[in-house]
Nanobody, 125 residues
Framework: QVQLVESGGGLVQAGGSLKLACAAS????????MGWFRQVPEKEREFVAGINWSGDSTKYADSVKGRFTISRDNAKNTVYLQMSSLKPEDTAVYYC??????????????????WGQGTQVTVSS
């Protein structure tokens, strides 16, 4: 059992930055990888970024490469998503997730076992 709680969402103007955090508790040692997804109404949940347990491997969606950075601090059981150069198209509810189906980072929602409740990010023009 893993519990995930996101924080850091809010309203920001286009071009601005936000840093999201995902605090994990429970059996965090069982999660081989963690990721960030986002979702807007009427759309499928979209993979944004992922990171493995050691933090030496990351994956990003093409839409956020060069603008977003995922990192983790295992001592604090926390994963971060630094978002820069934000665009209105980045507006969504952002979710963090943890998975253990493989030892490598996965990019599909069904590959993750635990999900946070989400945090709203709104980017205004």
């Amino acid at each position: 059992q893993v519990q995930l709680v996101e924080s850091g969402g809010g309203l920001v103007q286009a071009g601005g930055s936000l840093k999201l955090a995902c605090a994990a508790s429970g059996r965090t040692f069982s999660s081989n990888y963690m990721g960030w997804f986002r979702q807007v109404p009427e759309k499928e949940r979209e993979f944004v970024a992922g990171i493995n347990w050691s933090g030496d491997s990351t994956k990003y969606a093409d839409s956020v490469k060069g603008r977003f950075t995922i990192s983790r601090d295992n001592a604090k059981n926390t994963v971060y998503l630094q978002m820069s150069s934000l665009k209105p198209e980045d507006t969504a509810v952002y979710y963090c997730a943890a998975g253990s189906k493989t030892y490598t980072i996965r990019t599909t929602g069904r590959s993750y076992d635990y999900w946070g409740q989400g945090t709203q990010v709104t980017v205004s023009s």
